[in-house]
Structures are given as C-alpha cells and as structure tokens.
C-alpha cells in the first residue's frame, strides 16, 4: 500500500505561482509512474500532468503547458507540480496519484491504484 501527501496548496493571486508536493511512503516510488489530477466543485477529476517512472518523460494538459512543471526526486519520493502563471480556473483540489509498479502512462484516474487527500489550489482574480 503506496501512502502520498499532499502540501503546497493556498490562495493566490492571478499571475502568481504555487509549488505542489507530494510525499511517498515507501521506496517503490522509483518504479511508478506519478500523476496530479485536479478537480472543481461540481466538475470531475481531471488530468492535469503525470511523469514516467522510467525515463522522466511528461505529459501534461494542453490548458497548463507551458505554465506548469512535474517533477520527482527518487531519493525523496516526491514529485512535485510547479505551477506559474496562475489563473482563476486553476482552482480545484489538487490530487497526487501514483499507479502500480511499472504500469505505462495514462490520463485516466480510473487507471491510478494509489490517492492522496488532496490540497486546494484557490486563484483570485
């Protein structure tokens, strides 16, 4: 059983920025790929970045390229979401996932074995 806790959220203004962890329990961590989906009140969970576990490829949402970046420290077990250039419509609740050892890439959170608690993410206009 893979644990992940998620910090970083907060309020921020338009423009602003915002870094996302997201901490792993245990040291199989290397061998999973990692995603951050996001969800709004009254909407479904959507995709918005994820990153290979094993040659750091990324994908990211056509709506947050360019503004944000996903990371991982293998060492730490952490992966990480700098998100800049905020908008107003970033605001969700922001979930880390992580899937079973060695699975591919996917966007569907239907495919992620592994939640954490999520942090809310507010952009003011």
């Known amino acids: 059983q893979v644990q992940l806790v998620e910090s970083g959220g907060g309020l921020v203004q338009a423009g602003g920025s915002l870094r996302l962890s997201c901490a792993a329990s245990?040291?199989?961590?290397?061998?999973?790929?990692m995603g951050w989906f996001r969800q709004a009140p009254g909407k479904e969970r959507d995709f918005v970045a994820a990153?290979?576990?094993?040659?750091?490829?990324?994908e990211y949402v056509n709506s947050v390229k360019g503004r944000f970046t996903i990371s991982k420290d293998n060492a730490k077990f952490t992966v990480y979401l700098q998100m800049n250039s905020l908008k107003p419509e970033d605001t969700a609740v922001y979930y880390c996932?992580?899937?079973?050892?060695?699975?591919?890439?996917?966007?569907?959170?239907?495919?992620?074995?592994?939640w954490g608690q999520g942090t809310q993410v507010t952009v003011s206009s």
């Open positions: 996932a992580a899937r079973r050892r060695y699975a591919g890439t996917s966007k569907s959170a239907n495919e992620y074995a592994f």
């Open positions: 990153i290979s576990w094993n040659d750091g490829s990324t």
């Open positions: 245990e040291g199989t961590f290397s061998s999973r790929h």
